[in-house]
């Protein structure tokens, strides 16, 4: 029976140190402890907070990512304290302890005892060791704590600069309407000549490489609630969606614009980070077939009815990039045509991204254009 307790302490020793190694220190690892409670926690407080209103219901999801920060240390902290607690209990016969106090003696309470007074460095003058085997062990607890602090706070800034970087991502898209806002309006200040668009684009590459680079590392920041509509990543991959599908099929495939060389870099990172989400979320993604161009042509005539809804969207979104960029002359229908048919797979999926995040983030913006429109 004995043996059993060690081989636990050895088990669950071994699982903290791997988690808290995966989540703090390995990239593009989310660790299988830690952040798996984490989420089952949030879709715990998520069914919850659906119940709050409006106000509180902001307020409650302020506090997730302090909770979730809480539930992984206390897990690492707790696996550590019942890991050497464990081993102390499986070694707790003839004289290897020596007890001191009343109440002490062998036990699991008392081994969890000694093992948490280790852990905080003070350790406990009312059960002294007896072996070198354990005062080996203790003293490797106890090495354990500046260590594990270490790596507790690399992973707090690690956190909370994914959120910072978020933070600076959303700044890049917010307008001072409520709700989500129109992200082709963003773009009207750099037309109908496209000056200044260049900055604007490297401020979004900079911060959205970081942002995405960030949450591979650290993705307990994924679960970030600031209450704000503007300050989500479902905001984030609607807003960015649409913004980099306006540039790059919007336009005439011969405008400046459309060929500004941060786009398919953009675009490139965007995928990335949808690929990655769809790795965590595994939602859909199986894109629509384009309508034949005779029925594209048709709609494109008789705008009022279109059949299709992802051709009605291509159409309203190159109809309000011709007004901002100001063209004036006629279009090939069969140029429109070939945009219409590489923009639908990129909008497709990146509105799947942005339906899959919203519902598992509970994202609910306030009254104004939905998610997606």
């Known amino acids: 029976m004995r043996e059993l307790w060690i081989t636990g302490g050895i088990a669950v020793l071994s699982a903290a140190f791997i988690d808290v190694f995966l989540v703090v220190l390995n990239y593009d690892e989310s660790g299988f402890l ?54 102390y209990y499986g070694l707790m016969r003839g004289t290897n302890f020596e007890y001191d106090g009343q109440g002490m003696g062998a036990g699991l309470f008392n081994a969890l005892y000694l093992s948490a007074a280790q852990l905080s460095t003070v350790g406990t003058s009312q059960i002294s060791v007896q072996t070198d085997l354990l ?44 709700g989500i806002g129109d992200p082709v309006a963003n773009l009207e200040p750099y037309f109908p000549d496209g000056r200044g668009l260049g900055g604007y684009l490297q401020a979004i590459d900079a911060s959205f490489w970081s942002y995405a680079d960030g949450l591979r590392m650290h993705h307990v920041a994924y679960f970030f609630q600031s209450g704000r509509d503007q300050f989500a990543l479902p905001y984030v991959l609607h807003t960015f969606g649409r913004t980099l599908a306006a540039l790059r099929w919007g336009l005439p495939a011969g405008s400046p614009i459309s060929k500004e060389p941060l786009l398919v870099r953009l675009s490139s990172q965007f995928d990335r980070l949808v690929d990655y989400l769809h790795s965590q979320l595994g939602w859909h993604s199986q ?9 594209f042509a048709v709609a494109t005539e008789h705008s009022a009815d279109v059949p299709d809804i992802w051709v009605g969207r291509f159409l309203r979104l190159t109809a ?32 799947q991204a942005t339906l899959a995040v919203s519902h598992d983030l509970d994202y609910q913006p306030l009254p104004g254009p939905k998610v997606p429109s």
């Open 135 to 178: 005062r080996t062990l203790t003293i490797a607890e106890t090495l354990c704590a500046p260590l594990l602090i270490t790596l507790i706070l690399t992973f707090l800034m690690g956190v909370y600069q994914v959120i910072r970087d978020l933070r600076t991502l959303c700044s890049n898209f917010s307008t001072a309407e409520y």
């Open 320 to 351: 309000e990039m011709r007004r901002l960029s100001q063209i004036r002359t006629s279009y090939d229908l069969h140029e429109v045509y070939a945009r219409y048919r590489q923009w639908l797979p990129f909008a497709y999926r990146a509105e």
């Open 34 to 87: 830690a952040t798996r409670l984490c989420r089952l926690q949030w879709y715990c407080l998520r069914t919850f907070f659906r119940r709050l209103s409006q106000p509180c219901r902001r307020f409650a999801l302020r506090q997730v990512i302090g909770m979730n920060v809480l539930l992984s240390v206390t897990v690492w902290l707790g696996c550590i304290v019942f890991g050497f607690g464990f081993l």
């Open 287 to 295: 894109a629509p077939q384009p309508v034949a161009f005779e029925i």
